[in-house]
């Protein structure tokens, strides 16, 4: 994760390939609930789920250890 931006709330991610999506890229995520973003920080790495309906939105967020 590269930047966050608690007022949107999105979430700027540096992620891999998502099969069937799109490519390894950087780009924002539009969040669920901003509280997902507590205890995340820029640089860390992140698990996160996508929901692919009207409009995409990360659904889950869990840090890596
Ligand atoms: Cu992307």
């Known amino acids: 994760m590269k930047s966050l931006n608690p007022k949107a709330p999105a979430i700027e991610i540096d992620h891999g390939d998502i099969e069937g999506l799109m490519p390894a890229m950087q780009m924002e995520f539009p969040v ?3 509280s997902m973003l507590n205890g995340i920080a820029v640089n860390d790495r ?3 789920t996508i929901e692919n309906g009207t409009e995409m939105k990360v ?3 869990k840090k890596k250890e």
Do not use: K, L, R, S
């Open 46 to 48: 992140i698990d996160f």
């Open 59 to 61: 659904t889950a967020i």
């Open 32 to 34: 669920t609930d901003a």
